[in-house]
């Protein structure tokens, strides 16, 4: 069973930055796809960033430039370093993992705002 426990999420100011962590355990992201979405209030969930097979980065044209996401094979963590925020930015960041099937993590609050 995979388990995916994310952290870092909070209340910045615009212009501020975030890391967020996402450590799992039951799997592996250096041999699958794992990443991050995000989803405002009445908003459909969107990809922010992915990486696959701890290589093969994607971010969505919204974050490119401003978010990093990169993996610690070690630890079987992926991170997500956010900087220059700015308040459309706001949303729950959910962290995924695809092997054969979906998982999700709990989700974070991410907060843009002065």
């Known amino acids: 069973q995979v388990q995916l426990v994310e952290s870092g999420g909070g209340l910045v100011q615009p212009g501020g930055s975030l890391r967020l962590s996402c450590a799992a355990s039951g799997s592996s992201f250096t041999s699958n796809t794992g990443g991050w979405y995000r989803q405002a209030p009445g908003k459909q969930r969107e990809l922010v960033a992915s990486?696959?097979?701890?290589?093969?980065?994607n971010y969505a044209d919204s974050v490119k430039g401003r978010f990093t996401i990169s993996s610690d094979n070690a630890k079987n963590t992926v991170y997500l370093q956010m900087n220059s925020l700015k308040p459309e930015d706001t949303a729950v960041y959910y962290c995924y993992l695809l092997e054969y099937r979906i998982s999700w993590g709990q989700g974070t609050q991410v907060t843009v705002s002065s």
């Open positions: 990486i696959s097979r701890g290589s093969t980065i």
